[in-house]
């Protein structure tokens, strides 16, 4: 549910519609609005979600997609958008804490633990066993992560298309 209401005539701390105190709040300078936490998923029928899967939030999920059982996928902020086609594993985690959208393209495969929290993986990129993508990084195209790398700069970058990281000090 949603609901917007005049800050100057009112004061509420809990949704009036769901009596939730997690929903999120937006303010501006006189209207306060409250959106609930619901989880709304959109699963394509030719997607493979298996029944052991966390799911929270907004999670768009596209055809030939399998997500694997104890995935974890949390919308906290804003949603998830992923492709078709693309296979996350056992143990793997995605999490948008953004407000923007998470957009995971086509043929991707996020092997067993990794952990994504990038705003944008682009298609046919590879993530190894136990690897960590940063929310400060945009994955491009063809992109390789090696098992156990972390790949976390310390300001928002890019990576190009066909990168590789790999090694103990990725």
Known sequence: CSFVFCRETTTITTCPQCAS???FSFQSTSIQSYACRKDKYTINSKAVVC?????????TIGPGTIVHPKASIFAFAGPIIIGSN???EESAVLVNRKREPMRIGDVNLIEIGARVECPSIGDRNTIHTKARVHHTVRLG???VVGPRCLVAPAEDETVEDYSVFHGPDA
């Open 21 to 23: 105190i997690d929903c």
């Open 51 to 59: 029944q052991d899967v966390e799911l929270k939030g907004d999670i």
């Open 86 to 88: 693309n296979i996350i």
């Open 141 to 143: 195209s063809f992109c």
